[in-house]
Nanobody, 124 residues
Framework: QVQLVESGGGLVQAGDSLRLSCAAS????????MGWFRQAPGKEREFVAA????????YYADSVKGRFTISRDNTKNTVYLQMNSLKPEDTAVYSC?????????????????WGQGTQVTVSS
């Protein structure tokens, strides 16, 4: 059992930066692949970024490459999403998720645990 809690969301202007955090408890986060997903009103939940158990591999959606960076600190049981050059189209509820196994990290239904989400709003 893993509990995930996101934080760091808020209201920012286009071009600003924001860092999201995902704190895990129950099991050490090092045992899990971790991903960030987002969902905007009226849209499907979409993959944003993912990172392997030891941080050796990272994956990004084309829409955020070059702007977002996923990282993890397993000693703190925490995963981060650094978001730079934010755009209005980045506005969404951002959720972190944990997957115990497998190699496909871009598909939401394959993840085992989810946080409650944090709202990110980017104004123009």
């Amino acid at each position: 059992q893993v509990q995930l809690v996101e934080s760091g969301g808020g209201l920012v202007q286009a071009g600003d930066s924001l860092r999201l955090s995902c704190a895990a408890s129950g099991r050490t986060v090092s045992n899990y692949n971790m991903g960030w997903f987002r969902q905007a009103p009226g849209k499907e939940r979409e993959f944003v970024a993912a990172i392997s158990r030891n941080g050796g591999s990272t994956y990004y959606a084309d829409s955020v490459k070059g702007r977002f960076t996923i990282s993890r600190d397993n000693t703190k049981n925490t995963v981060y999403l650094q978001m730079n050059s934010l755009k209005p189209e980045d506005t969404a509820v951002y959720s972190c998720a944990a997957r115990a196994g497998g190699t496909i990290l871009t598909v939401p239904r394959l993840y085992d645990y989810w946080g409650q989400g944090t709202q990110v709003t980017v104004s123009s």
